[in-house]
């Protein structure tokens, strides 16, 4: 079947881009001898997970035990970071039993959850990894500071059930490498293990090697690009291989038309240009703006496309954030050459516990 | 099972809540003779949508077509309202089928989409009802004047396969009463036929009788309100009956904690506030502002907040936008006085074709 016969609003990624990226990326890890886990938040199918397996990652990258269930439930055999603060009774029942049939190494950022993670390990007599989670400027999840970090670091030594592994941070930008120094001083002054040190993000995956103490990796959206790294020059058009095919289905006046795909096709996500908030790019217009998506319309600015678009006319979009777009849908179209080769479940859409 | 008891996040409906918004609005539209056709794009759940029949809709509103297909194939036995432009060979297949079990309206603005709809259905040898729709001023979807809409419904009248059933806008504040009495005036003088003149939106769905030509009115959130709902006055936080439950699973300082909840459970939808950007109300903390989510994580500024938040603790967050938020999860939990009732799927979730 060729794409232009799938029905409107579909979710199509290019295997051509796909394969492209994936050996760029993975290319790039294994000359700076950094260890490569990419997070599957992005594409969340099975497919995709095991080819970043094929193409060299050393283990996965989850966000939510659920994830890690339909990683292990498919097929997936290697280690996986699940970077989270699992706490309460069911999640921890989960945990442990997914630590019995692979090893799962958990980022905590607080006492809190570190004593959790260790009754329940160590009760079911199971081990699981940990990394500390240290923050790294951005106002995110984190321990605040190395010296706290470190202190949380003990905690974890001392308690069982838990093998401190090291630490991790996101993002990591090169600017990012006096935390990680520090950190590493002071694990080292206080005896501590930290076989790893792990960094993230897509935007600075290409400049990890600035920072050499890093031993690991996670990148999400690197498979797939989207409007941002576009925007911000890191994929080319033809590098973003996620796309949603859309058609016009109103075109009230020579300055507006509108998608069949809104925030149920693209997510709510928005992308702040100079033009105002975009939420998504469209292929064949980029001089339009989608400037607001309801539920099932995306409303498009053309004042400034020298050339209409036509009602029933097909675009592609690239979307804004790909990870949040992914989670709408329940299938994503692989093709190559404008043909579909496969049609792949998201297997992980929707894992929010 | 108590509320308590459920794993976060968790969506929750709260039925005392969700019963007196149905008896409030219903009431309304019957005390003013105005047919209530309450929109099912927010709940998305057979359950809601049956309970709407039960308090008096004269029929129901849906989207996209894959929702009146569930609808359908749920037992509803109502005419169908799906105000949107259905096009291309394998929607028109689809609209034909079903309107071969259900009574049918739809709601196209241009001449394209009508001319596909008339081919469709005359050759299936169907029929299905049309409203013209009207842009009322806001730069959305709709014949962009009276003057062009009356055109169009003259094509309308004139095609086979097509029934011509007045006209719609969205939205219908007060003030778009000239649009909706010009349209009126000029159907008449072509001799059109027009027995439905359709309002919608719940922000003034209680001042639909300031239009006396409304012969029909659509809402969608009006059964559960939200964030937007709350600090606009609509609802009070009791008759908000959708909330997310969710964990603070991470305080790294005093001014910022995290929760389980992010864009994959509130949606990416923002709502904007005087003190920033919010995607959600947290109800035991009124003062907190989820300036942003990651996938999985709400970022809370808790800096106002004079009783901080614990690690572990549960709070309920008021979604902005409950359509979006809904179509995010698979399930809806029912609950009364604390227990859970009933485990609702979210029948119509991700049905964007």
Not at 19 to 32: A, Q, T
Not at 209 to 221: K, N, S, V, W
Not at 320 to 344: I, L, S
Request: proline share 7%; charged share 25%; glycine share 10%.
């Amino acid at each position: 079947m060729r794409i232009e016969e799938l029905d409107t609003p579909a979710l199509v990624i290019n295997l051509d881009a796909l394969e492209e990226n994936l050996k760029r990326y993975h290319g790039y890890f294994e000359k700076h001898g950094i260890g490569f886990r990419p997070h599957i938040k992005t594409h969340k199918t099975l497919a995709v997970a095991h080819m970043q397996l094929k193409y060299g990652a050393i283990g996965l990258t989850c966000q939510k035990l659920g994830e890690a269930e339909v990683l292990a439930a498919g097929g997936i055999q290697t280690d996986l970071l699940v970077p989270y603060n699992v706490m309460g009774a069911r999640k921890l029942d989960r945990l442990t039993a997914l630590a019995k049939r692979l090893p799962v190494t958990l980022a905590p950022d607080s006492e809190f959850t570190v004593r959790g993670l260790s009754e329940a390990t160590a009760s079911e007599g199971v081990s699981i990894g940990i990394l500390i989670e240290v923050e790294m400027g951005f106002e995110r999840t984190g321990v605040p500071t190395p010296r706290e970090a470190t202190e949380l670091a003990k905690l974890v030594h001392d308690l069982p059930g838990l093998e401190l592994r090291g630490f991790m941070g996101f993002p990591t930008p090169p600017d990012s490498r006096p935390i990680i120094q520090e950190t590493i001083d002071l694990f080292d002054r206080a005896g501590l293990p930290r076989d790893v040190v792990s960094g993230g993000g897509t935007p600075h995956a290409l400049d990890a090697h600035e920072i050499p103490e890093l031993t690991e990796y996670r990148a999400g959206e690197y498979p797939v690009g989207g409007a941002m790294h576009l925007a911000e020059g890191r994929h080319t058009l033809e590098q973003c291989a996620l796309r949603v095919i859309t058609t016009v289905v109103s075109r009230p006046t020579r300055e507006r038309m509108f998608l069949d795909a809104g925030s149920k096709a693209l997510s709510a996500s928005i992308y702040k240009t100079e033009r105002g908030d975009s939420m998504g790019h469209i292929v064949e217009y980029p001089d339009a703006l989608i400037g607001i998506a309801s539920e099932e319309h995306g409303h498009v600015d053309i004042s400034r496309c020298a050339v209409k678009p036509e009602i029933g006319e097909r675009v592609q979009v690239l979307p804004v954030h790909p990870c949040p777009c992914v989670n709408e849908h329940d299938v994503m179209v692989a093709a190559r050459n404008g043909m579909v080769e496969a049609t792949w479940p998201v297997h992980a859409r929707g894992r929010i516990r």
